[in-house]
Structures are given as structure tokens and as C-alpha cells.
């Protein structure tokens, strides 16, 4: 059984039933045309749903993101070339097997993304949504089957635990179940906006840009006096900020391009790195708590709304002339203006500032006065890692943490790659289909 169907969970699933093994696949979220339904409506002005967002619901968190396909792991098995192949397979644009930085787009990847499962049921998979892991029976160590939201127990031994960075709930019932979990360092900060002509005047040289170029992209990063790294994160040119809150009371925001990058901003979470010890709190879930703080702040400060913040009122430290008067933000949901200063605990945004002028000599205008932040970014990677062995096993026998939400990737490519890993893995206990790392 395959918890989640994120990207781990999915190409997990993929594999193992193209494999003839029939996995079952739960999902606590909806189908993602069903899922972009309610995601829409809440962006509208709509009530949040916690089981339907843009971090709950089939293919991820990733669905509702520029739809990078880049990854710096190491691949010498040769699985991202194999992920990719499957992407296109189901209808992503074939470019993305030979450009550098390969994107879908959301658009284009929710499409994608059905069809994918349309195959694995093809095969003799199953995918059930609406269906949430409350618990696990347990005997001698080892995983004999998943309670599940419905009141009904799936007997299993080999379950993949590919529930995503937001799965808060989840995390802390697998604590008091015993599965062995730590703190991991992350980053927090804020979304900046800028005009993407500008970024394409800065990074091409000519203004405008030709046609044949495609929307400038960027990467930045630096070292705060305090040590601390501060670096832009999932870049999106011609994109929007979105509101990708999961639970009440807390606000969170995420970027997302289409297919085309054809919006008039372009984002990046500008973050900086925390660790354990400054979270205030001991213990594994440490690092939850610390983001809930932050969103709830962010929550206040706007009434529910993103809130939104020009560079030049967010610090003293800001330049003025490369972006003028009246930039607006893209947003997908509703915003408002709002004091983000008090959002970020002192010493990050600190670092925040630090970095803003450093990119601003790499980039002319970067740390204008007319920039847009909206916060607060707290979901860049998950606050906790669910350890396993050399077997990919946790000291739950026969439970396989995966992807990003256990603390092994960091992105669609390396969640993918780890979630084919898991299943070779599997595969190997009765009858392997590939090489094994």
C-alpha cells in the first residue's frame, strides 16, 4: 500500500504496477480535476478545505507549482531520464528530455498527472481518494496493516509513506505509533515579486526580449553575517504567488507558473535556513510548531488574506529607480496590504535584508523600493525526517518512508526518483525489475 500520491507515491505506484505488482494507492485529497475545482474556489474568495488545497489532493503540493523538473541529485542509474520519458508519455511536452531546465507547467501537469493514474488502474492498481492513514496495527516490530478514515483496516506488510511535508496530523500520530523521526533543518522567508521585463532586461541584456527567449529565469544566493544561507527557491518566471494555505487559521503562500510563463511578474521565495535550535521547542515535530507560528502570524496580519508588503515599507534598506510606481502584484487568491515586518522572527529577516542587498549588486533593482514580498514561505521542505536504513525501511519493519514529506527530496524530480527507488526496492524482495542503487 502506497500512502499519498504525490509525486513519490505516484511514481512509486507507477512503477510497481507497470511491474505487474498491483499496488494500492490511498489519497486524503480529491481527483485532481475535482481537487482544481476547490482550489479555484478558494482562491476566489471560497472557504479553505483542509482535505482539498493546494498541498492535499492528487500528484502533491508540486501540482500547484511551476512544474520544475530540474534536480541537482545524483543519478547514475539513470532514473530522471526514465521519469521524464514517463511524464511525456502522458502528455508533457517532449522538450522536457533535452532542455536544461525542464518545466511542465500546472496547467499541462494536472493533465499529466490523470493520466498517469489512469495507467496505474489500467495495470491492476488501485488509487482511492478521500481515504486518510489514521494508524497502524503493529506486531514485533514489523507493519501488519493501515487503520483508515473510513473505520475500515487494509491488511499490508510492505506500506510506502509518501504523505508529503504538510501531512501535520499524520506526522504526529506515526510519533505516538513509534516511528523513529527527527528535526531537520529547512528555510522560511517571503515571496518577491518584480517586473519580468526587468529580469529579462537583466539577464538578456536587450529590452525587449526576443521572441525565440523564453521568460527569464533567475538564481540567487548569499551568506548572511550570522552564517546563515539565504537564496532564492522555486523561481517562476512569468508566474504568480499563490495563497496554498492547508489549515485554518494559517496562511502560507507557494509560486506557480503556466505552460507558457506568460504573466507580467516574476516570483521567488527569497528564504533563509533554520535549524532545529531555532525552533524554541525540543523533539522531532520541533519544526512544525515553528512554521504553524509563523502562519498563524501571517494569517493576522492580512484577516485571512495574503498579505502583501512593498520592499522600500518592509526595510530602510531599500533602493529606488528600477521598478516604478503602481507594480501591482499577480496573485492567485485574495491579498491585502499588511505590515510583513512582524511575520519572520528578528534574526531571519535580518538575513532577509542581508541578502536582499547583496542581490541587489548581482541583480540592479532587485532590492527596490518598489519589489513586492507577500508571505510567509514556511513550506519549502519538510521540517522533519522519518529515518530509514540502508533497506529504506524505518524501525517499523515493512514501512518505507519517501519523497519529499519523509525528508528524502526536494522537489517533483527528486521525490519522483525517490519514490522509483522505494519501489525497485520492494520489487527486489520477490522479484526485481532493476537495478538497485
Not at 506488510?157 to 506526522?171: C, E, K, Q
Amino acid at each position: 500500500m502506497i500512502i499519498g500520491t504525490g509525486p513519490a507515491g505516484l511514481f512509486c505506484g507507477y512503477l510497481l504496477a507497470k511491474h505487474g505488482y498491483r499496488p494500492i494507492l490511498i489519497e486524503r485529497g480529491k481527483r485532481v480535476d475535482e481537487r482544481s475545482k476547490d482550489v479555484e474556489a478558494f482562491w476566489a474568495g471560497g472557504v479553505l478545505d483542509p482535505e482539498s488545497n493546494v498541498s492535499f489532493g492528487e500528484g502533491g503540493a508540486g501540482t500547484f507549482s511551476d512544474g520544475k523538473l530540474n534536480t541537482l541529485v545524483k543519478d547514475p542509474l539513470g532514473r530522471s531520464r526514465e521519469a521524464l520519458s514517463i511524464f511525456v508519455a502522458h502528455g508533457a511536452q517532449p522538450q522536457i528530455l533535452y532542455e536544461a531546465k525542464p518545466h511542465i507547467g500546472t496547467d499541462v501537469l494536472t493533465g499529466v498527472i490523470g493520466r498517469m493514474r489512469d495507467q496505474i488502474e489500467a495495470w491492476g492498481g488501485q488509487v482511492r481518494f478521500g481515504l486518510r492513514a489514521d494508524g497502524f496495527r503493529i506486531k514485533e516490530g514489523r507493519i501488519e496493516g493501515i487503520f483508515l478514515s473510513d473505520g475500515s483496516f487494509q491488511t499490508c506488510h510492505d506500506v510506502v509513506l509518501a504523505i508529503g511535508h504538510s501531512a501535520r496530523d499524520t506526522f504526529l500520530w506515526l510519533e505516538k505509533a513509534g516511528v523513529a523521526m527527527e528535526a531537520k533543518s529547512f528555510a522560511v522567508g517571503l515571496r518577491v515579486e518584480h517586473p519580468q521585463k526587468m529580469i529579462d532586461s537583466l539577464q538578456y541584456g536587450v529590452s525587449p526580449r526576443s521572441k525565440f527567449l523564453p521568460p527569464a529565469p533567475y538564481k540567487v544566493t548569499a551568506r548572511a553575517q550570522d552564517g546563515r544561507g539565504v537564496y532564492s527557491f522555486c523561481m517562476c518566471p512569468g508566474g504568480y504567488v499563490v495563497n496554498a494555505s492547508s489549515e485554518p487559521g494559517r496562511l502560507a503562500v507557494n509560486g506557480m507558473s503556466y505552460s507558457g510563463r506568460d504573466g507580467k511578474n516574476a516570483n521567488s521565495a527569497i528564504i533563509v535556513s533554520v535549524t532545529p535550535q531555532d525552533f524554541g521547542q525540543e523533539g522531532p515535530l520541533a519544526g512544525i510548531e515553528f512554521q504553524r507560528h509563523l502562519e498563524e502570524k501571517a494569517f493576522a496580519a492580512a484577516k485571512g488574506e495574503v498579505p502583501v508588503q512593498r520592499y522600500g515599507d518592509f526595510s530602510p534598506y531599500a533602493t529606488a529607480g528600477r521598478i516604478p510606481d503602481g507594480f501591482e502584484p499577480c496573485i492567485r487568491g485574495k491579498w491585502r496590504y499588511a505590515d510583513l515586518s512582524a511575520v519572520l522572527p528578528q534574526n531571519v529577516k535580518i538575513a532577509l535584508e542581508e541578502g536582499m542587498a547583496q542581490f541587489g549588486r548581482i541583480l540592479a533593482g532587485f532590492d527596490d523600493k518598489n519589489a513586492i514580498l507577500s508571505g510567509v514561505e514556511s513550506r519549502t521542505s519538510s521540517p522533519v525526517r522519518i529515518l530509514r536504513d540502508e533497506t529504506l525501511q524505518s524501525n517499523i519493519r515493512g514501512l518505507y518512508p519517501c519523497g519529499e514529506g519523509a525528508g528524502y527530496a526536494g522537489g517533483i524530480m527528486s521525490a519522483a526518483m525517490d519514490g522509483m527507488r522505494v519501489a525497485e526496492t520492494i520489487a527486489a524482495k520477490y522479484a526485481p525489475f532493476h537495478a538497485q542503487a
